[in-house]
């Protein structure tokens, strides 16, 4: 993730977080689609579709996503809280060489996001 966040900058980087549980065991890269990559991303649908379909399947779970800002803050930001479904997700964010991971739901950062304490190397 953070090789991918530093060959994208200025735009921001982003992916998908899979595993089982509370394991991530992998993460994809995806291209980011949105319209101003330098400050939103938006997965590319076919690769999350994609992971979706393998996930029901028998294949990993999608536990969330993971995005960088270019900008150097690893918090969530007020767009990131406008876009993220209340659904219990993990939002991995990079920044400023920081990595934090947070929980999408109903309340938090934004009325959004809860931090959550995960190990990422």
Known sequence: MKKASMAAAPREACGLL????????????CANVSEVPEIRFEIEPAALFAALRAE???????LGYWHSHPSGDATPSRTDAAMAA????????????????????????????AAEAWTIV
């Open 18 to 29: 899979l595993g089982a549980g509370r394991e991530i065991e992998r993460f994809t890269e």
């Open 56 to 62: 029901r399947a028998g294949g990993p779970a999608v």
């Open 86 to 113: 209340p659904d219990g997700k993990l939002w991995v964010i990079l920044g400023g060489g920081a990595v934090t991971c947070w929980r999408a739901g109903a309340a938090g950062l934004w009325g959004r996001f």
